[in-house]
Nanobody, 120 residues
């Protein structure tokens, strides 16, 4: 089992950058595939990015070229570097973990979320 805690959200102007972090408890972090999802007000939760145990990444088309997911297996942390932020990136961002490499929201473990607000 793993517990996830996100941090790094906040208010930023359009065009700016933020880096989200997700710290994981437990000694088996490296065995999990990790992902970021987001949920905007009135919308369903959507996939943003994922990174496999071996570091393979994939992204939603809406963030490709602007966001970068990475992981540090020594620090038990996954990151989401967000550049060129747009107002439509405003959402609660969630970190997720699972033994399966998924783009759906069927991940077993979730953090509590961190708010990202982009002002135009």
């Amino acid at each position: 089992q793993v517990q996830l805690v996100e941090s790094g959200g906040g208010l930023v102007q359009a065009g700016g950058s933020l880096r989200l972090s997700c710290g994981a408890s437990g000694r088996t972090f490296s065995s999990y595939h990790m992902a970021w999802f987001r949920q905007a007000p009135g919308k369903e939760r959507e996939f943003v990015a994922r990174i496999s145990r071996s570091g393979i990444t994939s992204y939603a088309d809406s963030v490709k070229g602007r966001f970068t997911i990475s992981r540090d297996n020594v620090k038990n942390t996954v990151y989401l570097q967000m550049n060129s932020l747009k107002s439509e990136d405003t959402a609660v961002y969630y970190c997720a973990a699972d033994a399966r490499y998924l783009t759906s929201d069927e991940y077993n473990y979730w953090g509590q979320g961190t708010q990202v607000t982009v002002s135009s």
